[in-house]
């Protein structure tokens, strides 16, 4: 019979529990409540946000800490830090089913959100309304899935949606400017991602105005730098070319 003394019994409050099973045994860490998502996501990159202690646990509920000697047996070093950040990754996130479900419904809206904010119709360039979106969603039965980022999901959504609706990424507005040596031979090379060019200006160098998907951008960025060995510029002239309103089906 172990008896629980104050050196190996830590008691812990609004706690989220991540729990990982190696070599046989139990292993679990106690994290702040949203917070594992975050880090998960890459939205919070420091650990000490994330968790309550760096201590791994056989029990988190019990306050039980885990033996040096089985930490070493199960992932081959005692160095707390890389145990916590393995179990982070790959262990199981612990909550109740309502918690579950507020956790699904609050990332469907959020990533209705993110499509709402990139997204347009593309005849009439006005954005969608984020409960209009959430209908198109339930509407082709979108199941959150809670271990991806609501950024992911988002593109998953966009692409999915473009089968049933109207919709397609915000074009972006960029100046191009372009030495006038090598302005000819770039811009051809460029035609395949720019989606309309709306104006063109060809004096000492040749200067252009045009809306691209964004999902081209670095690509032009970097076809612009490396063709002109650094001359050529880009500029952002706006992130989304919106018609003023929103859309309604």
């Given at each position: 019979m172990s008896i629980f003394t104050p050196t190996n019994q830590i008691r812990l409050t609004n706690v989220?529990?991540?729990?990982?099973?190696?070599?046989?045994?139990?292993?679990?860490i106690a994290c702040y409540k949203n917070k594992v998502m975050s880090w998960r996501?890459?939205?919070?990159?420091?650990?000490?946000?994330?968790?309550?202690?760096?201590?791994?646990?056989?029990n988190v509920s019990k306050g039980q800490v885990a033996k040096k000697d089985d930490l070493c047996k199960a992932f081959g070093t005692d160095d707390l830090t890389e145990i916590c950040k393995q179990i982070l990754a790959k262990g199981?996130?612990?909550?109740?089913?309502?918690?579950?479900?507020?956790?699904?419904?609050?990332?469907?809206?959020?990533?209705?959100?993110?499509?709402?904010?990139?997204?347009?119709?593309p005849e009439t360039r006005r954005p969608y309304t984020?409960?209009?979106?959430?209908?198109?969603?339930?509407?082709?039965?979108?199941?959150?899935?809670?271990?991806?980022?609501?950024?992911?999901q988002a593109l998953d959504v966009i692409r999915q949606l473009k089968e049933s609706m109207e919709i397609q990424r915000a074009?972006?507005?960029?100046?191009?400017?372009?030495?006038?040596?090598?302005?000819?031979r770039v811009k051809e090379k460029l035609k395949p991602l720019l989606q309309v060019v709306e104006?063109?200006?060809?004096?000492?160098?040749?200067?252009?105005v045009c809306l691209v998907d964004p999902g081209c951008y670095r690509e032009i960025d970097e076809l612009i730098r490396c063709e002109t060995k650094g001359r050529g510029s880009l500029e952002v002239l706006s992130l989304?070319?919106?018609?003023?309103?929103d859309e309604k089906l």
């Open positions: 989220a529990v991540v729990r990982m099973k190696k070599g046989g045994k139990r292993f679990e996501s890459g939205a919070e990159k420091d650990l000490d946000e994330v968790m309550q202690t760096h201590s791994v646990f056989v199981e996130l612990q909550v109740s089913d309502k918690e579950r479900q507020n956790q699904l419904e609050t990332m469907f809206r959020d990533i209705a959100t993110v499509v709402a904010e990139k997204c347009v119709n984020v409960s209009l979106i959430e209908r198109a969603m339930k509407d082709i039965h979108y199941s959150v899935k809670a271990n991806r980022s609501t950024k992911q074009h972006m507005r960029l100046r191009l400017v372009l030495p006038a040596k090598e302005g000819k104006s063109e200006d060809f004096d000492e160098e040749l200067e252009m989304k070319d919106v018609e003023e309103g």
